[in-house]
C-alpha cells in the first residue's frame, strides 16, 4: 500500500509586507497563485520514519534535510501525534521538480503533500480544516499548497480567501545558483524599511486575476521582499533584466527568491522567453508553468 499526492509551486504575484510583529512574524498581504510545477510526495508504511528526496531524474537533491526536520517530516508526525498514533512507521518518498529554497514553497508543498498522503494512507479522516489547521502550524507557506489555485493570504500568510481567476497565466522561472534564506530575506527587508505602511490587496491587481487580463496583471504585480532579496543577491538584477530583454511583461523575484519569475503574453511567448533568457547566461536553468495549478491532488494510492 502507497499513496503519492502530488503539489503545486506558487508564485506571489502580490506580496505586501508589513513592519515586524511582536512574534517576528510579518503582517501580509500575499496574492499567490499556483503554477504547474510539481513536487510529489509518496508514502508507504515502512518500520520507522524514514525520508528520501531525488529529482525526477531520480538522483538525490542537495541541500534537502533528509531527517525529522524535514517539513515533510514534521508533517507526518504533527498528524500522528493529533490521532495518538505515536511515532509514525512511513517511509516519505519526495520526487522534487520544484527549486529548492527558491521562494516557490517546495518546503512547503511537500509539508501538504506528506499530510494529505498519510491522512489517505492511515484512514485519519482528518477534515479539511484540521488539514489546514496542521498547515498553518507548520508554515506561513503550507495552507496555500494544500488549497493552490489562486488565494489572498493575511495574517502571516496563513489565513487564506480563495480568488477566482478568470484565465490561464503563463510563467517563466529562472532558477538561481544558490539559494536564499528566508529569514534573512525578511530581517534585510527590515533594514530597508523600518516604518512599512500596513499591507493591502490592490483591487486592480484581484480585478486582473479574476478577469483573467494578463496586461493588467503585468502592470500590478508587486513584490515588497524584491528589494531585500536584490541587496542580498545582486546579481539577481541582471536576470530580472535579460527576462525583460527577453520579452517577458513583467519581471519579478518570486517570494523571498532568488528564483525569478516572469510573466509572458501566452504559452507561445512563455517558451520563446525561456529560450532567450536561457542563453543569456544570467540564470542555472528556466522552466516554464502554466497558473493556476490545483492544489495537493491524490494521484494513487493501492
Ligand atoms: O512560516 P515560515 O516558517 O515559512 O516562515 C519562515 C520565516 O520567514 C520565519 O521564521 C520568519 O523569519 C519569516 N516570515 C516572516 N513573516 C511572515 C512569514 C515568514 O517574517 N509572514
Known sequence: MSVTVRVPAKVNVQLAVGGARPDGFHDLANVF??????DEVTVEPADELTLTCTDP???PVPDVPLDRTNLAARAALALAGRHGLGDPGVRIRVTKDIPVAGGMAGGSADAAGALVACDALWGTGASRAELLDICAELGSDVPFSLVGGAA???GRGERLRPLPV????WWVFAVADGGLSTPAVYREFDRLSPAAPAPVAA?????????GDVERLAATVTNDLQPAALSLFPTLKQTLDAGTAAGAVAALVSGSGPTTAFLAADEAGARAVADRLAA??????????????????VLSGN
Open 33 to 38: 497563485l499556483a503554477v504547474g510545477l510539481y
Open 57 to 59: 531524474g531520480g538522483d
Open 166 to 169: 478568470g484565465g490561464e497565466f
Open 203 to 211: 483591487p486592480a491587481l484581484l480585478d486582473a486575476l479574476r478577469t
Open 152 to 154: 489572498l493570504g493575511t
Open 280 to 297: 543569456s547566461g544570467t540564470c542555472r536553468a528556466v522552466r516554464v508553468a502554466g497558473s493556476p495549478a490545483p492544489g495537493a491532488t
